[in-house]
């Protein structure tokens, strides 16, 4: 069992299995077909292409300021997502589910060493997927854990590895103490990440250093208020880094703060649409080497916000699996 000082993987038990899964007379949920991970010394999971972990931690976006309530994300997505159809677009076959990470016990006083813990713990496990081939996809916490994910993907592939980053925010703060606004100056500055694009900042929400920062790393950057006054824009940066990039090992990140109205860690009335992100995640998931997928900050407070984010990260994922199979397999 992968643990760390506060936190640990917890693989699916029955009592996860009884919340998770629902069936129907006459149908086939995927929920149905994928593998459940029970032990470490069982290595079947080994054969399935796709990966899907939980991290049930809110301390990186508390830490930057942000609102609570990202631990609770992956248990408002996981029943919906094991809920859907198997057919013939997806059948649930070449996916894992790992379980999640959660602490030990509660942590009353949060500081920056409980995300350098939870670093470790989802870096070694990100690291085991990708040595055995396959491709992680990471669903809640704070994208503090973009870090963890980008390092476990380069030290497998021994590669400084792409990145592209759907998100309001650049997150590329001062290496201040680890937390949700400098994963990415985390892991540029260790050699973890070689490129960064990240597209639809907002012009409003990023500090002159997190731009200057940029710069100095040589990203590639858009800003969402092009996206206004020019619309075809939107799909003329997703595809510039999807042609710049195609043979490059590529991280996909996509923060639900950038949709509008999404209960997050930094809500937002003006954003994209969630059929934009659709689109977004079904192009990258067609790129040449695209290594993970991360879907972070989303912070359900009530059963309607449960229903929201439950739903679109199902989509998201399912349209991302989907599309990956479609090119790769």
Known sequence: MLESTYFKLKFPEETDLKRWLSERDGEIRIGQNVLFRSTNESEDWKEKKFHVMGVKEDIGPRLNGGLGGSQAAFEAFIPRFLGVQSNQFLTGNSICIHGYIDSREPIDAISFMHVDD???????????????????????????????????????????????????????????????????????EYGFLGHYSVLGLHESYNNQFILDHLHEMKAFFTFYESWLEKPFKFQADIDKVYDSQFQNVMGVELDMDAIAYM????????????????????????????????????????????????????????DFVKEYQKHHL
């Open 118 to 188: 939870l670093d470790y713990l989802l870096s070694a496990w990100v690291k085991e997927v990708v040595d055995a081939g396959g491709v992680p996809i990471v669903i809640g916490g704070g994208h503090n854990n973009a870090y963890p994910i980008i390092k476990g993907v380069s030290e497998s592939s021994g590669l400084a590895i792409s990145v592209v980053n759907l998100d309001p925010h650049a997150d590329t703060r001062a290496m201040e103490g680890r937390h949700s606004g400098n994963p990415f100056s985390y892991a540029y």
């Open 263 to 318: 209960p997050s860690s930094a809500f937002t009335p003006s954003g994209i649409t969630v059929d934009q992100a659709r689109i977004y995640l079904r192009k990258m998931a067609s790129l040449e080497k695209v290594a993970y997928l991360h879907l972070p900050e989303a912070a359900p407070k009530n059963e309607r916000e449960e229903l929201i984010i439950g739903k679109t990260l199902t989509y998201l994922v399912t």
